[in-house]
């Protein structure tokens, strides 16, 4: 990722194709959290000989939207308990051209690796890449139009900054008769994704009553968007019971601990 000596725009230099990527994505109607999900996995496969995001740019438009479709199954299939990942014949065609064939067990096998490297992305360099305003400055000072920006010549540190809880946080809710345990939650991401979960909040209850929703805070807000991946609610089954999951929003009636 390179030294923190750099600045914003040696970054998105770096990073221009990833950009351009991103571009291509959004085109083909990719919502944005999906097209920037799909950019970081591509990104992170780009290791060694491994260049497949290299060629999005010059692909025809149908083509991208393959390669997008199947960046987003495999990022959705990561959050279901036991991954049963569809074929990625685009994608794994574009590795070949690097000598290397990615099949779509290498994926479910390295969950944990898959997160953590998408979610670096996301957390580090992706805001930069895919910040609109910081974009259209790089083509105005390339154009001539302004000198050095000063949000251009900005020293970038790859160290992610830590967001507030409510913003790395997801509201869940379960069925009746079907509830959850915090350790059950905490120890289903953890053996799928790795040391992700801060904690699990539940729903205070009296009278034996068992909670009926709770909230679960993640370390990063990269990883919110990598459960919902641009769903607003998405299910999960943890042992056959339900948890229904969306980005969480603050409301002083919520009574969690």
């Known amino acids: ?23 291509r994505f959004i085109s083909v109607g990719d919502n944005l959290e999906q097209a920037q999900n799909a950019v970081a996995l591509l990104v992170w496969l780009d290791q060694g000989t491994i260049s497949a995001i290299h060629h999005v740019p010059g692909l025809e438009t149908s083509a991208v939207a393959i390669v997008a ?3 987003n199954a495999v990022l959705e299939c990561l959050r279901y308990p036991v991954p049963m990942l569809p074929p990625i014949p ?7 051209q690097g000598g290397v064939y990615i099949e779509p067990g290498f994926f479910a096998f390295h969950q944990d ?7 670096h992305f996301l957390d580090g360099a992706g805001k930069l890449v895919f910040n609109d305003r910081l974009n259209v400055l790089l083509k105005r000072y390339e154009t001539g139009l302004v000198g050095n920006p000063p949000e251009l010549m900005a ?16 509201f869940i809710t ?16 953890r053996e799928k994704w790795g040391d992700c979960v801060v904690r699990v909040l539940m729903e205070k209850t009296t009278g034996g009553n068992m909670p009926m929703y709770g909230r679960i805070i993640f370390k990063t807000e990269a990883v919110v968007k990598l459960v919902l991946n641009g769903e607003r609610l998405v299910k999960i089954s943890i042992d056959h019971r339900e948890m229904w999951m969306r980005k969480y929003i603050p409301r002083p009636t919520n009574v969690i601990a």
């Open 1 to 23: 990722m390179g030294s923190a000596t750099m600045t914003v725009r040696e970054v998105l230099y770096m990073y221009s194709i990833a950009r351009e990527a991103y571009e």
């Open 113 to 119: 690796l898959v997160v953590r490297g998408v979610a």
């Open 174 to 189: 379960f069925s009746k008769d079907m509830h959850l345990h915090r350790e059950e939650i905490f120890d289903y991401f």
């Open 69 to 71: 479709e199947e960046a």
């Open 155 to 170: 020293p970038y540190s790859p160290l992610p900054v830590l967001v507030p809880e409510d913003c790395r946080s997801m």
């Open 90 to 96: 685009f994608i794994s065609t574009l590795c070949m």
